[in-house]
């Protein structure tokens, strides 16, 4: 018996919290205290969380740039 569901194929690259801290280079508290503060987007499942790689990205992009930074300079 097959049953009516199918299994549909999805390319999602999921992170760990310890992997987002390691690329923003911040403790995993603090990657925890962005994703409930709701300024970094993940998902709960069952008692794990994970962030979409793009919402990673996308975080990142919106992160204001350093002062100092590269920017402006010739």
């Known amino acids: 018996m097959t049953g009516g569901l199918k299994s549909a194929k999805v390319s999602v690259d999921m992170l760990t919290v310890r992997q987002v801290a390691e690329r923003l280079a911040i403790h995993p508290t603090t990657a925890y205290r962005l994703i409930?503060?709701?300024?970094?987007?993940?998902?709960?499942?069952?008692?794990?969380?994970r962030v979409k790689e793009e919402d990673l990205e996308q975080f990142i992009a919106l992160l204001p740039a350093p002062p100092g930074g590269k920017e402006g300079k010739e």
């Not at 409930?36 to 969380?49: D, E, F, S, T």
């Open 36 to 49: 409930y503060q709701g300024r970094l987007r993940a998902v709960k499942i069952g008692r794990v969380v």
